[in-house]
């Protein structure tokens, strides 16, 4: 009778979903069940990520191979003793914890079709002397926190076409398409305006296709399959006529991830916008579409985009400016905390302890600000302030040091009369000291003395 009885392995998850990503540490447990007293070699447990590609063309004349390999890292922990040839273990249950933390960096989030995968695994192996290893795996489903460089993944993105047409048909035809937006989570709906204008003898009938392309590369050659997800058909156009179109298709919940950041296998999506003419070649508009994870597109939103949270949407790839441009009070709702948009702050610059904070108001004075969360155009409604802009302002802590007041000049008498004049901004009586410090490239650090 076989010494082991059962060998298991089980991880602790840190979400609902029980997904992992580039930095996450995982922590579990091995169980190793004896059924009699046993000498064991070793005992470790591994945490790996690869990718692989396999698929094979054959010809007439002969059959080609094609694979390849990418090895993203490879965790190793022995969980019995290593300075012993052999470790001997009692019978019964035996537990072992073990602790990793995976490398950070851009890795692809899991996959797996028939000609290629990508996939995150923990194992567990029991050598003996003399015996057949017993292994003990799980996979784990990985979301990848990269970013994929899009041009404003959040603002609209549109295409228009225009088409002679000749033959037995004459006259032409002009459609124009605008999507919502680039980037999309699964199960979202993706919202399409259409406007034809058909100036020809033929009916045209506009028609959606929503496909997914996947690529695998090997040996400098490469092997793509597409397939359609869903499609909607329109009711047809009449000749001389024309109609805007408005329709929401929603992506499959199950739809894996864009891949971008894997060298040996590319997923993509698109959304092919068309005019069916019978006789003739369809014009189209083919938008690419980027499937993003939850977390993903909260990030995006967060530290990419910037535009257009505050007051609707926005086609500028700018952060809206965050303070008045001329020298009145800044005025309510124009930006995080009152800091100028050139500057790129999204938040007050950080609190360290002993902050003595020389700047603050006096208690009171105004009400708390509200909490914002990062970006660079989130804008968070602000009381005015009543001399000058919220940033060249200097308040005074009143347990402060009281600064005394620079002395005047004697009085003299004018010898005209200026025109009235608005009283001087209140910042130019003191001056802020000058901080040439970039916050935002030192991460947590305390800023240099």
Known sequence: MPSVKSLTIEYDSLNEEGTFSEGDIMTGIVTLTLRKDTKVKSLFVKLKGDADVFWSETSEERNDEYSAHTRYFKLKQSVTPKDSDETALPQGIHVFKFRFQIPPGSMPSSFRELDGNIVYKIEAKLCRSWRMDVTASKELPFISKFLPNIQSPMSPQSGSKQKELGGFAKGEVDFEAVLNKR???????????????????????????????????????????????????????????????????????????????????????????????????????????????????????????????????????????????????????????????????????????????????????????????????RAVPQQPVPYGSAVSTPYLSPTGTPIDQPPSAPPMEPQFSPPSLAPPAYSS?????VMNEDFLSQGDKTPSK
């Open 183 to 377: 980037a999309f989570c699964a199960g979202e709906r993706m919202e399409l305006v259409l406007s034809v204008k058909n100036s020809s003898s033929k009916k045209v009938t506009p028609k959606l296709s929503f496909k997914k392309t996947v690529t695998f590369y090997a040996k400098g050659t490469s092997k793509s399959s597409t397939e359609e997800i869903s499609r909607m058909v329109f009711d047809s156009i009449e000749q001389n006529d024309e109609k805007e179109l408005k329709c929401v298709m929603k992506i499959p919940a199950n739809q894996a991830p864009s891949i971008q950041n894997c060298d040996i296998i590319k997923l993509e999506y698109t959304l092919k916008v068309y005019l069916d003419i019978s006789l003739s070649f369809d014009p189209k508009i083919v938008f690419p579409i980027t499937i993003l994870h939850s977390d993903v597109v909260s990030r995006f939103q967060r530290d990419v985009t910037g535009p257009s949270d505050f007051g609707g949407p926005s086609n500028s790839d700018f952060p809206k400016p965050a303070v008045s441009m001329g020298p009145y009070p800044v005025p309510p709702q124009v930006g995080g905390y009152g800091y100028p948009a050139g500057q790129g702050f999204s938040a007050p610059p950080p609190e360290y302890p002993g902050d003595s904070q020389p700047h603050a108001a006096p208690p009171g004075m105004y009400p708390p600000l509200p909490p914002v969360s990062e970006g660079y155009g």
């Open 429 to 433: 009586l003191f001056s802020s000291p």
